[in-house]
């Protein structure tokens, strides 16, 4: 490209005046997101050296520029070619680390600063608001307080919206009427909503009640704290009140009000406004479009979204991608796929969010080839390095059972933030890595990544999976103390697990009868399946009596308790609960496994005869049951349960399993040494995951199955769950 100099001026103001031009430019750039020019007036700039004087105020335009698009370590390489950064220079270069949540840089920024001023403290608040780090919100806060630092109503909305408990909003909004902020719309605004996220609806009203003007924003707040606290009638009245009013009523009051009706899954309110609003002539746009469709998807009518979104005649990007997520969350995976495709036909640059949404997507899809296609997408795009697309790809690999794709990923990625954690910790936890989800947790911490709620589960977990209890209860005791987390049931759930696996089943009810809130039906499924294992079939009657009490038709209680029964030759009573499970029309799930083979998805029940090439699966698996009793292989008679057939019947049957059929099938159709991957809807039986340990030595292939719980990853004889399942 070429840049105009202006030639008839004065050299000074030549270069002024070429300062504000090439200023203006860049700042079009910042604001429709062109990285190519913007390079190209970088690249021009650090021609003309040495650098001249309005170097900075550029070179902080191009640091908002790369940030903006994503590219923070660009914008960090342009910040330190700065030779003397101004305070904008400083507080725009953390305002990109904060963007992506890199707060450990942000930080470390903020700390080396010469000087700061009230936007650097503003930039690092909202930033640790945005990660729900709470504790440094509220420090930093103090600490302006303190040190007299100016502050304006982004300090307040920043403070508020980093709040976590109803005491520190009402602690900040004392300081808000104290600094005379109380009548500033934005900030009555955040108020509004952190009252209403904290459950008080009363203070959101009164913040409302307050305000002198009310303009149109905080009237669509309000609509949407109403739809939260599931008050539609009165999210309605309000918008009335707007139209009567004569406050322009726009795009925004009414998504907000489609917000309430979704937040309600109000679908018959929902449809009935969307009525008022073909009348209303707004059918067709495409922003109301994107608040029905997410409507319509949150409220499992999949096809009523999907024709709203037919009838948009342009639909933005903002709409494609809610298309796209509606049909993910609807476990509509292949259609989602579809979507996506259709978006970048329509010769539409599909953004950030599109990836995301599709990648996940992937996730859920019984075909691990489509999310890797979709890698290879992203890999030509700037969003390469984006961190979000980045996590999605992360938990989309390790769903589909490739961690290895999943970790290098991870090891690539420039800066991590706590949902790549997670996701990397879940990946090996949900895998049987125990160790090194433990490990990598510990490098999270080291790293100043915040732990969640959400690390806490995957790391109990690893520790269960593991055997490691003594960790697992000092981890349960720091999440309180040291990360300030409140347990929640599924962290009692693991610690449940993890005791009961241990054999500490005592413990493990202890436990249960200290928690804050009633068990569930997870809590105590956990104590049942332990009880199984340790065969301890007084605590399993009682606790199996708690969880039907619960949930009378839960089918694997009834099986549990009867296999518990039947394990120690108890026929009888394991008989009488079948025949109680029958009575009361409870429905077992039929267990199933499935495996893709050349795009194509192969399901097989128990004894399955329906699959064209049965004869050759039970062919093999005769020939392969006979290579492994060679080898040492024993039928475990406990999985068969069939009462009164004779032995060779029995085994014949356990030898029938669906997820042997699937392993079969799978050997018998894919090339030497090719690593296999069968999914089961119920949990493995453990005959089978025996006998296909035998099965990976015998073969010499890595078989993976993936469970209702976890993946197993058999190799060499041996399983990565280390036979702790
Ligand atoms: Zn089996
Ligand atoms: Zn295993």
Redesign the pocket.
């Known amino acids: 490209m070429s840049l105009p100099t202006p030639k008839s001026l004065h050299p000074l103001l030549q270069q002024l005046s070429s300062l504000q031009f090439y200023c203006q430019l860049l700042r079009d750039c910042i604001s429709s997101r062109d990285l190519r020019t913007g390079r190209a007036i970088h690249s021009h700039l650090v021609k003309s050296s040495p650098q001249p004087p309005h170097f900075v105020s550029l070179s902080n335009h191009l640091i908002e520029l790369y940030s903006k698009c994503d590219l923070v370590s660009l914008a960090r390489r342009t910040f330190n070619s700065i030779l003397e950064p101004n305070v904008f220079s400083w507080n725009i270069m953390m305002g990109g680390y904060v963007k992506e949540q890199y707060m450990r840089p942000a930080q470390q920024l903020f700390d080396e600063m010469p000087q700061r001023d009230t936007v650097s403290w503003n930039t690092l608040i909202s930033g640790y608001a945005a990660v729900g780090d709470t504790e440094n919100v509220m420090a930093l806060f103090r600490e302006m307080l303190e040190r007299k630092v100016a502050m304006d109503n982004f300090t307040f909305s920043g403070a508020i919206s980093g709040c976590s408990t109803m005491q520190q909003v009402r602690a900040v909004h004392g300081s808000v009427i104290r600094g005379g902020f109380d009548s500033h719309v934005t900030v009555h605004n955040t108020l509004l909503t952190a009252y209403s996220n904290y459950g008080c609806l009363d203070d959101s009203e009164r913040v409302f009640e307050l305000m002198e003007t009310r303009d149109r924003v905080t009237m669509n707040a309000m609509i949407v704290a109403y739809g939260q606290h599931r008050r539609g009638a009165e999210a309605l009245l309000l918008f009335q009140d707007m139209v009567h009013q004569d406050v322009v009523v726009d795009m925004y009051s009414l998504a907000s009000l489609l917000t309430a009706f979704t937040s309600l899954a109000d679908l018959s309110g929902g449809k009935q406004f969307h009525a008022q609003l073909i009348k209303a002539g707004y059918e067709s746009n495409s922003h109301v479009g994107s608040g029905l469709v997410d409507l319509y998807s949150k409220c499992g009518s999949i096809p009523d979204a999907a024709q709203v979104f037919k009838e948009i005649p342009e639909p933005d990007l903002v709409l494609w991608n809610t298309m796209i997520s509606g049909f993910a969350m609807n476990e509509r995976g292949e259609d989602s796929v579809v979507c996506f495709r259709e978006l970048q036909r329509e010769g539409l640059r599909p953004d950030d969010c599109s990836y995301v949404c599709v990648i996940s997507a992937c996730a859920d899809l019984t075909v691990p080839l489509q999310g890797k296609q979709i890698h290879s997408l992203v890999v030509r795009t700037e969003f390469v390095d984006h961190i979000s697309v980045n996590n999605a790809l992360i938990t989309m690999y390790s769903k589909c059972g490739n961690l290895n794709d999943a970790r290098n990923l991870f090891d690539r990625m420039p800066q991590h933030n706590s949902i790549s954690c997670n996701a990397i910790i879940g990946g090996y936890a949900q895998h ?1 890595h125990g160790i090194k989800a433990l490990e990598l947790f510990e490098h999270m911490r080291k790293s100043g990544i915040k732990p969640t709620s959400v690390t806490f589960i995957s790391v109990l977990s690893a520790c269960g999976h593991t055997g490691k209890v003594e960790e697992g209860k000092s981890y349960f005791r720091d999440m309180r103390k040291e990360c300030g987390i409140e347990p929640s049931a599924e962290h009692y759930s693991c610690m449940v697990d993890l005791l009961g696996r241990a054999g500490q089943l005592d413990e493990a009810e202890r436990l249960i009868s200290s928690m804050p809130f009633q068990p569930g039906a997870i809590t105590w499924g956990a104590l049942l399946g332990a009880c199984r294992t340790h065969r301890n079939i007084d605590l399993g009657t009682r606790v199996a009596s708690e969880l039907l009490r619960l949930e009378p038709s839960n089918a694997s209680a009834y099986v549990m308790l009867s296999n518990m029964y039947a394990d120690s030759g108890r026929w009888d009573e394991a008989a009488a609960i079948r025949k109680l499970m029958k009575t009361r029309g409870v429905k077992k799930t039929p267990g199933c496994s499935w495996i893709e083979v050349k795009k194509k998805v192969h399901v097989f029940v128990a004894e399955d005869c329906s699959h064209p090439r049965s004869q050759e699966i039970y062919k093999f698996l005769k020939e392969i049951s006979r290579r492994m009793k060679l080898a040492g292989y024993v039928p475990d008679m406990r999985w068969a349960l069939v009462r009164d057939t004779d032995e060779e019947e029995r085994t014949l049957k356990l030898e029938h399993h669906s997820e042997k059929l699937a392993v079969a099938f799978g050997l018998m159709s894919s090339g030497i040494g090719v690593p296999i991957l069968v999914m089961k809807n119920l949990r493995i039986c453990g005959d089978c ?1 025996n006998a296909i340990k035998f099965i990976s030595a015998i073969v010499g292939r890595e078989i993976t199955v993936r469970d209702a719980y976890r993946f ?1 990853c058999f190799k060499e004889g041996k ?3 280390g ?1 702790y ?1």
């Open positions: 049987g995951h197993h399983c990565s769950c036979d399942w």
